[in-house]
């Protein structure tokens, strides 16, 4: 079985970056999609970015243009990378691994973007 340990979170100006990094260890199950979801508070988790193991990639629209997702297959890594950070963009980020039978989830890294 998986865990996801994510890293890279922290606290940012508007207009700064961040990368967040999201390793799958205790396994050598490989994945097929692999992305990022968010959660603010009072809201819902939503998809922020994910990635096959083919590289096609999907993004929120609120994120287009702003945020680089990539993978590694070889070390079963995904990557974030958060340019033009908005406070909107504030919120608990969640590393996803779709496996072949279960899905699984990392524990969230929080992202603070100050105004």
């Known amino acids: 079985q998986a865990q996801l340990v994510e890293s890279g979170g922290g606290l940012v100006q508007a207009g700064g970056s961040l990368r967040l990094s999201c390793a799958a260890s205790g396994s050598s199950l490989s994945f097929n999609t692999m992305g990022w979801y968010r959660q603010a508070p009072g809201k819902q988790r939503e998809l922020v970015a994910t990635?096959?193991?083919?590289?096609?990639?999907t993004y929120a629209d609120s994120v287009k243009g702003r945020f680089t997702i990539s993978r590694n297959n070889a070390k079963n890594t995904v990557y974030l990378q958060m340019n033009s950070l908005k406070p909107e963009d504030t919120a608990v980020y969640y590393c996803y691994a779709q496996g072949k039978v279960l899905d699984y989830w990392g524990q969230g890294t929080q992202v603070t973007v100050s105004s």
């Open positions: 990635i096959t193991n083919g590289s096609t990639t």
